[in-house]
């Protein structure tokens, strides 16, 4: 399988491979000009055949969980894969297992001679369980201002649902756990978890809260506070409600690593942010998925997630690195 390398006049690199679209590494300067490897991830792509965490992945047909496992659309009720006790995650054996048809390229804009990835794959009606045939689409592109973009769109010939992200965990250290990250979201709501770290429905204030990252705070300050909310998923595991308009994107977060000055901004076009303080791998990384809400097939108060045909599906999010000094 082919690797592909995007690099930007600043040193910043980016290696992507075409099974699952998986970002395998982004080397990153510090405040030194020393670069580091920021993300979580292996050396070859074989090595991602075995891939339980998902680690850098385009996340599809349906990220988060699915309730039961199933959801019932126009009068006729879908069972997928059950992959959580008996609950769906992430498509099942879904986009983060596939082989991407994947074409670089060279962008005029957002900056002058943007390298690129372009990867397209065609899920097949049935596939997991899903309707419809549908044709995604995901473009990475890396600007010169250290931006990476990612460029997501699909189409389908039956109604399906379509919640596409990407599963980078991010370490900017380099190395170590995440707990001395400091995190901002801008979100004054969250959506409660159950047991089964499945939203309730409820939405609510993060004020007053373990929750609350309006201001940056350390990942590990409050993990281990005895909060109902994180015993229940073990950590930070919970989508965060953003303020979106359409399709021009907001900005969503903010990491820190103060040893380093190493910073990440996220902004996009989603409803949601989805902070995973990678509870099931000793916190070596952190995730900031940016999706719909989890379980929306089931959800009908949550934001649509339902693609018709003759409908585009499309998403945009632009992860941006620096350096504070």
Same mark, same amino acid.
């Given at each position: 399988?082919?690797?592909?390398?995007?690099?930007?006049?600043?040193?910043?690199?980016?290696?992507?491979?075409?099974?699952?679209?998986?970002?395998?590494?982004?080397?990153?300067?510090?405040?030194?000009? %020393?670069?580091?490897? =920021?993300? $979580?991830?292996?050396? *070859? #792509?074989?090595?991602?055949?075995?891939? !339980?965490?998902? +680690?850098? @992945?385009?996340?599809?047909?349906?990220?988060?969980?699915?309730?039961?496992?199933?959801?019932?659309?126009?009068?006729?009720?879908?069972?997928?894969?059950?992959?959580?006790?008996?609950?769906?995650?992430?498509?099942?054996?879904?986009?983060?297992?596939?082989?991407?048809?994947?074409?670089?390229?060279?962008?005029?804009?957002?900056?002058? %001679?943007?390298?690129? =990835?372009? $990867?397209?794959?065609? *899920? #097949?009606?049935?596939?997991?369980?899903? !309707?419809?045939? +549908?044709? @995604?689409?995901?473009?990475?592109?890396?600007?010169?201002?250290?931006?990476?973009?990612?460029?997501?769109?699909?189409?389908?010939?039956?109604?399906?649902?379509?919640?596409?992200?990407?599963?980078?965990?991010?370490?900017?250290?380099?190395?170590?756990?995440?707990?001395?990250?400091?995190?901002?979201?801008?979100?004054?709501?969250?959506?409660?978890?159950?047991?089964?770290?499945?939203?309730?429905?409820?939405?609510?204030?993060?004020?007053?809260? !373990?929750?609350?990252?309006?201001?940056?705070?350390?990942?590990?300050?409050?993990?281990?506070?005895?909060?109902?909310?994180?015993?229940?998923?073990?950590?930070?595991?919970?989508?965060?409600?953003?303020?979106?308009?359409?399709?021009?994107?907001?900005?969503?977060?903010?990491?820190?690593?103060?040893?380093?000055?190493?910073?990440?901004?996220?902004?996009?076009?989603?409803?949601?942010?989805?902070?995973?303080?990678?509870?099931?791998?000793?916190?070596?990384?952190?995730?900031?998925?940016?999706?719909?809400?989890?379980?929306?097939?089931?959800?009908?108060?949550?934001?649509?997630?339902?693609?018709?045909?003759?409908?585009?599906?499309?998403?945009?999010?632009?992860?941006?690195?620096?350096?504070?000094?």
């Amino acid at each position: 399988m082919e690797i592909f390398t995007l690099t930007n006049a600043a040193g910043l690199t980016v290696r992507v491979t075409e099974y699952g679209g998986i970002i395998m590494s982004i080397l990153a300067p510090d405040r030194e000009g %020393r670069l580091a490897n =920021v993300v $979580l991830g292996h050396d *070859s #792509p074989e090595e991602y055949r075995k891939n !339980p965490h998902h +680690l850098g @992945a385009i996340i599809g047909r349906v990220a988060g969980r699915i309730a039961g496992a199933r959801f019932t659309l126009d009068g006729t009720t879908y069972q997928l894969p059950a992959n959580l006790g008996q609950h769906h995650l992430h498509g099942g054996r879904g986009f983060d297992q596939v082989v991407w048809r994947a074409v670089p390229f060279r962008a005029s804009t957002p900056a002058p %001679r943007a390298s690129g =990835v372009a $990867l397209d794959y065609t *899920s #097949p009606d049935g596939e997991e369980g899903y !309707p419809g045939t +549908l044709s @995604a689409h995901v473009n990475y592109t890396l600007t010169h201002q250290n931006e990476l973009i990612v460029d997501y769109r699909a189409t389908t010939d039956r109604a399906t649902p379509v919640n596409l992200t990407q599963h980078s965990y991010f370490n900017l250290a380099g190395r170590g756990d995440i707990l001395g990250h400091l995190l901002q979201i801008d979100a004054d709501k969250m959506l409660l978890m159950n047991e089964a770290v499945m939203p309730t429905g409820q939405i609510v204030a993060v004020a007053g809260t !373990p929750f609350d990252f309006r201001t940056p705070s350390a990942v590990g300050a409050r993990i281990a506070q005895p909060d109902e909310q994180l015993r229940r998923a073990g950590g930070y595991d919970h989508s965060f409600v953003l303020e979106t308009r359409g399709l021009e994107p907001v900005h969503a977060a903010r990491v820190v690593e103060p040893s380093s000055g190493r910073t990440l901004d996220v902004s996009t076009t989603e409803p949601s942010v989805h902070f995973y303080s990678g509870n099931g791998i000793g916190r070596a990384g952190l995730c900031l998925e940016t999706q719909h809400f989890p379980d929306s097939p089931n959800r009908p108060e949550f934001p649509s997630i339902i693609l018709r045909p003759g409908r585009e599906y499309r998403s945009r999010t632009i992860f941006a690195f620096a350096v504070a000094r």
